[in-house]
């Protein structure tokens, strides 16, 4: 065809190159994530059996050093064993901030190697809120279930929560994004994640548990963060009706 329509070998270099081109950037097509551009806005992460390769990695724009945060999200699981939450991994530490479902009802944050439980309701199928929040200066850890706050408690000096890691929802993490265990694996629902980089007022956490603060984080905002889903997670609609939109709805 080439010889017919009288390219020169020059030409035909340059066409070899734009075949290449479009056949990579064909493959790229293929190959990218369904989820790289979608959004979890009323939807809910379905994990239904325990795997060790079932996960959804949040990706935000931003992953900074942290003096403080606030992590929120709404989680129901019937689970009787010990699992994970909310898991953060960086090249310094496995357990960068680490979310810990123990049993009979703790509930335990790890900030690298430091530790700090609480005794709280035992998880059940009922969806609640919970919200984890830390301040460096202080070295008070608060946790919220809908909306109300448990006493705070000194976690051993942690100086900085170290940015550039990887945030995995339904595994915890032995290194950046690997070394899954089967029996740490989390088995339920799980939605409306969101981060801070501050520690939120009690006005704004009662908000937050109830739906109505719209902004999300400004690390993680459930309703614009992408995502990368791995092995049998369902991501659905979970039909919720937050806080003043439900009113909105019954009105017209």
């Known amino acids: 065809l080439t010889q017919v329509i009288g390219f020169t070998s020059g030409q035909e270099s340059q066409l070899d190159t734009m ?34 390769d079932s996960y959804v990695e949040l990706k935000p724009a931003k992953c900074p050093d942290l003096s403080a945060f606030t992590v929120c999200l709404r989680a129901a699981s019937e ?6 939450l909310f898991s953060y991994a960086t090249s310094y530490h496995n357990n960068e901030l680490l979310i810990w479902q123990g049993k009979n009802g703790i509930l335990v944050l790890y900030l690298g190697q430091n530790t700090v439980g609480f005794s709280l309701p035992i998880m059940n199928a009922l969806l609640r809120h919970i919200c984890v929040t830390w ?20 976690i051993k000096s942690t100086t900085v929560v170290h940015g550039g890691g990887a945030i995995i929802l339904g595994q915890e993490q032995d290194t950046v994004r690997g070394r899954f265990d089967l029996d740490q694996s989390f088995v339920g629902e799980i939605t409306d994640v969101n981060m801070w980089s501050y520690a939120l007022k009690a006005c704004a ?48």
């Open 19 to 52: 075949k290449t081109f479009i056949l990579f950037v064909l493959v790229a097509c293929v190959y990218q994530p369904v989820s790289a551009n979608a959004v979890l806005a009323g939807k809910s992460l379905i994990f239904p059996k325990k795997t060790s």
């Open 79 to 84: 689970l009787d064993r010990e699992y994970v």
């Open 205 to 252: 956490v009662k908000a937050v548990s109830q739906g109505v603060h719209s902004a999300g984080g400004n690390i993680i905002s459930w309703a614009s963060v992408r995502y990368i889903a791995n092995g049998s997670v369902n991501i659905k609609n979970n039909n919720d009706c937050p806080g003043q939109n439900c009113f909105r709805s019954i009105v017209g």
């Open 135 to 154: 301040e460096a200066r202080s070295s008070l850890v608060t946790v919220w279930v809908n909306g109300e706050r448990t006493l705070q408690r000194q």
